[in-house]
């Protein structure tokens, strides 16, 4: 099924879960080529259900936030009452597949195209090693969470009870990353992932027809005017210290087959990426002042919509620290990033952490003969099935060191993060 793991890894949990690295990379071949929307994986939850029972996890409970499911491990002993949450998304993408491999999707118009599939199975194998060994001192909770992709469904199940069900201390959620090669993890004590706001310009004018132009107050060239003029926001209105992305990504304006019909109207539509809550309301501000001014000079009217739709992603500091410490004794100093640069792609996890203390990683996987290594959100993507022991491991090994057994050796961790305050986790 798959080659042995080429990615050199310390400690128990990696060697146990390489054992089985080809019953998960079956399990995680099968969830790609049965690929399912948001609030739509049936499947992927029923075979995420049946894995976790031969896995022997104590609890399981479906259903929560539609889709969702969430299981929970009892460690040796619960001394502590500690809790940890890890998580996993299961969606995949509306978009065709153009790979020809044997596991390719068999569902016309879905593809695991951000690598979902992997994430989830990352999960089930660390759900069977922490079930099978229980060296830990509490108990891990595993969230497989519906929705990710433009759903929000780690909103839906916070709605439904997520953390009143399962008061966890701490939360950590993991992504695969092309652009680092397999054996790297990538982290940052603050911004992970930017906020995701939609934006839809509506500009107004009068048609008519496209000779007699001075008869007209064409909304179509007030448009092109709002598309540049944005761009001076960012440019002129954002400290260069910020970060911030306005990206207008399509423009709809009469019919293209009355070609001297001026219409009346004109709708752009298109993204805004921040970082900073108060940059984003800058920005959300700004939006209406410019569009509504350019439209008005040009005798239009300008209506902006705006809609937020995921928060950034913002790490706490104590545990990001402590996700890069215990990465570190997996894959050694020289393939952790800790300080990795943040992108301005957005990620629904942002709601546990404006709930929870926690971390969200990235794992590399793009390797030098180009296996794991076409971007997200392509329709040649897959993902690389080498790093699923090590993603598995490293879930595992945050909840062995974080709620370590007594005397354990194998840890080396003592401090449970647990005193994680709100004026902490407002400074990350």
């Not at 976790?52 to 040796?76: F, N, Q, S, Y």
């Not at 939609?198 to 000779?211: F, L, P, Q, S, W």
């Not at 300080?339 to 957005?346: F, T």
Request: aromatic share 6%; charged share 20%; with cysteine.
């Amino acid at each position: 099924m798959t080659t042995p793991s080429r990615i050199k890894a310390h400690g128990r949990a990696f060697s146990h879960i390489a054992a089985f690295h080809p019953e998960l990379t079956a399990l995680r071949r099968d969830l790609h080529a049965h690929p399912e929307l948001g609030f739509e994986e049936h499947y992927t939850a029923q075979r995420v259900v049946e894995s976790l029972k031969v896995c022997g996890v104590d609890e399981i409970h479906t259903g929560i936030g539609k889709t969702g499911v969430v299981a929970v491990i009892r460690g040796r002993s619960n001394t502590s009452g500690r809790m940890i949450g890890l998580r996993a998304d299961m969606d995949a993408l509306p978009m065709t597949e153009h790979n020809d491999f044997a596991w390719k999707s068999a569902r016309p118009g879905m593809m695991h195209g951000c690598g979902h599939d992997g994430h989830t199975t990352m999960l089930v194998g660390a759900a069977r090693y922490l079930a099978e060994t229980r060296q830990f001192d509490g108990m891990a909770v595993l969230i497989f969470q519906p929705g990710e992709e433009g759903f929000a469904g780690a909103k839906a199940m916070i709605e439904d009870g997520l953390f009143e069900r399962f008061p966890v201390q701490s939360v950590f959620g993991m992504h695969n990353w092309p652009l680092m090669r397999p054996g790297m993890v990538g982290v940052n004590p603050g911004p992970m992932m930017a906020s995701a706001d939609r934006i839809t310009i509506e500009v107004t004018g009068k048609g008519g027809h496209g000779a007699h132009p001075y008869q007209t107050v064409d909304p179509v060239l007030a448009a092109a005017h709002i598309i540049t003029a944005v761009q001076s926001i960012v440019a002129r209105n954002v400290r260069a210290i910020d970060s911030a992305v306005i990206s207008l990504c399509a423009m709809h304006a009469g019919d293209m087959g009355a070609f001297s019909v001026m219409p009346g109207k004109a709708t752009l539509v298109g993204t805004v990426r921040t970082f900073n809550p108060e940059v984003q309301a800058m920005v959300e501000k700004r939006l209406q002042e410019v569009c509504s001014g350019v439209a008005l000079g040009l005798g239009a009217t300008a209506h902006v919509n705006y809609e937020r739709i995921y928060p950034a992603t913002i790490n706490t500091r104590d545990e990001a620290r402590f996700a890069a410490d215990v990465a570190q004794k997996l894959v050694g100093h020289d393939h952790v990033d800790r300080n990795m640069d943040p992108s301005m792609g957005a990620e629904d996890f942002s709601f546990m952490l404006q709930v929870k203390p926690g971390a969200y990683l990235r794992l590399g996987q793009g390797a030098e003969n180009g296996i794991g290594s076409c971007v997200l959100h392509n329709s040649r993507y897959d993902f690389n099935d080498e790093v699923l022991p090590l993603g598995a491991a490293l879930h595992a090994s945050l909840v062995e060191q974080g709620m370590p057994l007594a005397g354990d050796a194998h840890t080396g961790h003592t401090r449970t993060h647990s005193t994680t305050t709100n004026a902490s986790r407002s400074e990350a």
